[in-house]
């Protein structure tokens, strides 16, 4: 539903990386299955969101930045130029922004304050009905087994709990 949401929002394509050999991925692995897709293409830039919501960490996109050796930026606000060269991007910081330049290739993580997403158009909405939208398989993307997923995570959750409420 995503995907096709994206779709209808203006993406061009779509890929869904599924398989059970991805589950039970920490931050690492998972940055490493969604660097080996994005190998696949090259792209000068990668958007990521600022985190997940599931462990809120905030480490997948500069994952992803340090397996394909690209310059990173994070907690992106607003982009403020883009040449063929670099990007010069306003991140949130703890007391307000910071402007800086990055060169390209670059991965992005951004905050919500950085776009109002539009209401898909109807042609938007036709368009996501219809994709087609492939699932890779670690085999598509040239991903060990032993790198991806529980077997390639260097990171174990052993429990999950909430501390005891305290008065």
């Given at each position: 539903d995503a995907l096709r949401e994206a779709i209808s929002l203006g993406c061009?394509?779509?890929?869904?990386?599924?398989?059970r050999a991805f589950g039970g991925a920490d931050t690492w692995a998972t940055s490493f299955?969604?660097?080996q897709a994005l190998r696949k293409f090259?792209?000068?830039i990668v958007f990521c969101g600022m985190q997940a919501i599931d462990g809120d960490t905030g480490q997948v996109g500069p994952g992803v930045a340090v397996h394909?050796?690209?310059a990173q930026a994070?907690?992106?606000a607003k982009i403020e130029s883009l040449d063929k060269r670099k990007i010069t991007v306003k991140r949130l910081v703890e007391n307000g922004y910071e402007l800086c330049s990055v060169r390209l290739p670059v991965v992005l993580t951004v905050?919500?304050?950085i776009n109002e997403p539009r209401t898909p158009s109807l042609r938007g909405k036709m368009n996501a009905r219809k994709a087609e939208i492939p699932v890779w398989k670690p085999s598509d993307i040239d991903a060990p087994e032993d790198k991806i997923g529980l077997k390639g995570s260097p990171t174990l959750v052993i429990k999950v709990?909430?501390?005891?409420?305290?008065e």
């Open positions: 061009d394509d779509a890929i869904h990386l599924c398989d299955a969604l660097a090259m792209p000068d394909l050796d690209y994070t907690y992106v905050v919500k304050e709990f909430s501390p005891p409420h305290r």
